[in-house]
Nanobody, 122 residues
Framework: QVQLVESGGGLVQAGGSLRLSCAAS????????MGWYRQAPGKQRELVAS????????NYADSVKGRFTIASDNAKKTVYLQMNSLKPEDTAVYYC???????????????WGQGTQVTVSS
């Protein structure tokens, strides 16, 4: 198992900023990517941002482009999400995700953090 510990959520006014952090437990797991997803009440979980550990690919949801920035420290197995110009519609539970394999021939698996609440008031 890979344990993901998140921090940094909270309540902020519209236009404000928050920074989320997620640290993965050390293991022999081979990480392909780490990222952030969110789930608002009554909605499906959606990708916010992800970064390949190779550094080759970073993806953002269209709704957060230009406002959110993902960064990772591969040596520390840590991923960050800097969220600026927050909007009420960003309110959701944010989940850290780690994707990869335990061994080269095994299927890719996903691990999830416990989630951290982000609430943006208008």
């Amino acid at each position: 198992q890979v344990q993901l510990v998140e921090s940094g959520g909270g309540l902020v006014q519209a236009g404000g900023s928050l920074r989320l952090s997620c640290a993965a437990s050390r293991s022999t797991f081979s990480f392909n990517a780490m990222g952030w997803y969110r789930q608002a009440p009554g909605k499906q979980r959606e990708l916010v941002a992800s970064a390949a550990t190779s550094g080759s690919t970073i993806n953002y949801a269209d709704s957060v482009k230009g406002r959110f920035t993902i960064a990772s420290d591969n040596a520390k197995k840590t991923v960050y999400l800097q969220m600026n110009s927050l909007k009420p519609e960003d309110t959701a539970v944010y989940y850290c995700n780690a994707r990869g394999r335990w061994r080269p021939q095994e299927p890719i698996v996903d691990y999830w953090g416990q989630g951290t609440q982000v609430t943006v008031s208008s």
